[in-house]
């Protein structure tokens, strides 16, 4: 299957006031790299590029004189697809920064060419910690969350209300074994035990003989390290085995309320999970919603498109700040040095792995009776400080964080 490379343009008029700019080609270029049409495509999809349009419009380009274009890219989930696709836009069209990624592989792999190249890599969509860990690079910043905020928020939780024996149902590739092994330490850390684990993979439609390895552990939990599509077919499949009637509790580590809506409230009622950014969540959200729909009525926006129009808004400011685009290492230094805040995701800020930092939110999913409209799908269990909702500065191993 051929990688699909559509191309959205945004452009504002160039003034007097942007003369002495020195972004490349006279053009600020922005590449949403993400999966348009796979398992993930309702949490990256085309929601994604709307998302950095929002973010362009909102800054202020054309009034800054400031000419921004926006291109999109389907990495169909393969690093080796994501790879050419950054080098032919880093190289060939120009582009400046990527954003998203949404796969851990291909993100590892896109950091890694960023920093080659010296272009800016802000991955929102990716789970691996990596990114901010072993594999940090001064030319990528990670946005939105990452397995061990996850990890820390829903495993913690399910731990301290009795499930203290689990096993793992991974998906196997960079991400799930992120997902799988943040929660363990969790698990391991809080007096539980893990009885077991096995990998499926990605894409994968027959979750039978998995799930029978789950029940015949008899642990209290079966964690879900996977997403999207997988992580769906799951629970539904889980169901048709009866494997909560026969006592053991489904965790989702990554899920998102489009899922929710996938699955139903019947079958995902009391699921509880963490997230960085939920629509319904305040006033500003909701308004940002509403636009953000315009363009795609019925659907709802995910985290991961709220961290692409807080990503690129900041990306901006730091770009106007620098009147240049030129280098992409000075670039994310400037970002790391200028407040976060947005009216997405609030106060934060960018750390020296970075790790961009903010609140955390630990969810449970609505029974039907509690939900009122179409969307209504969350109640907060409990707000998870930027401080304490990531991985501790010092224990990342990242090269770039000194002492």
Not at 141 to 151: E, G, M, N, R, T
Not at 223 to 232: K, P, Q, T, V, Y
Not at 246 to 253: C, K, M, P, Y
């Amino acid at each position: 299957m051929k990688a699909m490379r559509s191309v959205i343009v945004m452009t504002a008029a160039l003034v007097s006031t942007a003369a002495h700019a020195q972004y490349t080609d006279g053009i600020v270029k922005i590449g949403v790299l993400t999966d348009m049409s796979g398992l993930y495509s309702d949490v990256g999809g085309s929601g994604t590029v709307t998302a950095a349009k929002l973010a362009v419009e909102d800054f202020g380009a054309a009034a800054k004189g400031i000419k921004v274009e926006i291109v999109g890219g389907d990495h169909l989930n393969k690093p080796d697809v994501g790879s050419n696709i950054a080098r032919t836009w880093f190289d060939v069209d120009k582009v400046d920064v990527i954003v998203d990624g949404m796969s851990s592989g291909v993100s590892l792999a896109v950091s890694e060419i960023a920093r080659q190249k010296n272009k800016l890599f802000l991955a929102t969509g990716p789970a691996t910690p990596d990114l901010t860990g072993s594999k940090c690079s001064p030319n990528t910043i990670h946005w939105v969350y990452d397995s061990w905020a996850v990890a820390n928020g829903t495993v913690k939780a399910a731990v301290k209300t009795g499930g203290d024996s689990w096993f793992f149902l991974t998906v196997d590739y960079a991400g799930g074994y992120a997902l799988e092994g943040d929660a363990i330490a969790v698990v391991e850390a809080n007096g539980g035990k893990v009885l077991g684990k096995v990998r499926h993979p990605l894409s994968n439609n027959d979750f039978s003989s998995f799930l029978l390895q789950a029940q015949a552990s008899r642990a209290k939990v079966i964690g879900l390290a996977n997403a999207g599509a997988d992580m769906i077919n799951s629970i539904k499949q889980a169901a048709e085995f009866g494997v909560v009637k026969g006592g053991q509790n489904i965790v989702a580590l990554l899920m998102w309320a489009n899922d929710v809506v996938a699955l139903g409230l019947p079958a995902a009622q009391g699921i509880v999970l963490t997230e960085a950014w939920y629509w319904d969540m305040n006033d500003s959200s909701r308004a940002w919603t509403r636009r953000w729909q315009a363009e795609r009525p019925s659907k709802l926006p995910m985290s991961n498109h709220a961290g692409i129009y807080s990503a690129v808004m900041h990306y901006l400011k730091a770009v106007e700040t620098l009147k240049s685009d030129a280098d992409g290492r000075a670039v994310a230094t400037k970002m790391k040095e200028i407040s976060t805040e947005d009216r997405l995701f609030g106060k934060g800020a960018i750390r020296a792995d970075g790790r961009k930092i903010h609140n955390m939110y630990v969810f449970e999913v609505k029974t039907p009776a509690e939900s009122k409209y179409f969307g209504d799908v969350y109640k907060l269990r409990t707000t998870i400080p930027a401080a304490e909702a990531f991985r501790p500065l010092k224990d990342g191993g990242c090269p770039l964080v000194g002492g």
